[in-house]
């Protein structure tokens, strides 16, 4: 059974699907071995792993070394990676970025946007798709921000809209981010494919987290709507100023 088969059918029998990111060896290994449904290796990469000021610079080179990293400790999820910025902008650029990504170890790739015309080509292919909607990070030096999708009627008609046009073309699941709750609830329902919100509120079919957020690694920044289940960020620095001060005093 491939990707979208499954996600169909996990929908149909309510259960929802748990996503994370992972951009290392240790760190997929780690979510592969907890019992993930998959391991997305995001462009949130340029922000949380490079130090970037958002997603827009990482490259499809960036993103094949860390897919490869994460290929190596996975054994059961499935594994996605994301096509960076400017890398899909005919359906021509998105099938060979995303035919690289695929020969580097990926299960299936991610897009931003309403692009049916890539998504259909990559899937007549044979590539599995997840679309993404709402708020876009690959849009955010245009748009000025992360802001909430779907609060106007238009907004919300057109996103409505363009995840029919998603499913249509063949995407086996759709990310829906930073979008009104009831109206990402509204979608759910209408789609067959699973959503899977990030900042969505509950009523997707799924949620996917930047881990280093859910960790609480990253304490300089922390989007608002997530809810860290830790903050490994104070043991991380407390052993680590053990490790000086035993250095430092000769134990
Ligand atoms: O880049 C990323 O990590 C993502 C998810 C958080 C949806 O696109």
């Not at 990293?69 to 499935?78: D, E, L, Y």
């Not at 245009?142 to 999708?149: F, I, Q």
Request: glycine share 8%; with cysteine.
């Amino acid at each position: 059974m491939n990707i979208k088969e499954n996600l169909i059918l996990a929908k149909k029998s309510r259960l929802r699907q748990a996503w994370l990111t992972a951009y290392d060896y240790p760190t997929a290994r780690l979510l592969d071995d907890s019992g993930i449904d998959l391991i997305l290796v995001g462009d949130s990469l340029g922000m949380v792993v490079l130090g970037q000021k958002d997603t827009i610079d990482v490259t499809l080179d960036e993103i094949i070394h860390h897919l490869k990293a994460v290929r190596r400790g996975v054994k059961h999820a499935p594994v996605a990676a994301d096509l960076p910025f400017h890398t899909y902008e005919t359906p021509d650029q998105a099938l060979a970025s995303a035919r690289r990504l695929v020969e580097s170890g990926a299960d299936a790739v991610k897009l931003e946007g309403p692009l049916p015309d890539q998504v259909a080509l990559l899937v007549l292919n044979g590539i599995e798709v997840i679309g993404h909607l709402g708020m876009l990070p690959q849009n955010v030096r245009d748009e000025g921000g992360y802001h909430r999708k779907g609060k106007t009627e238009a907004e919300a008609t057109a996103l409505i809209a363009a995840a029919l046009e998603l499913q249509n073309a063949g995407c086996c699941a759709l990310v829906l981010e930073i979008v009104e709750e009831a109206l990402a609830g509204q979608i759910s329902r209408q789609l067959d494919i699973p959503t899977i919100g990030i900042g969505s509120g509950s009523q997707c079919d799924g949620q996917i987290l930047v881990t280093p957020d859910l960790l609480g690694l990253q304490p300089w920044f922390r989007p608002a709507f997530v809810k860290s289940k830790t903050d490994l960020a104070t043991p991380f620095q407390a052993a680590i100023k053990e490790f000086i001060r035993e250095t430092k005093t000769g134990y």
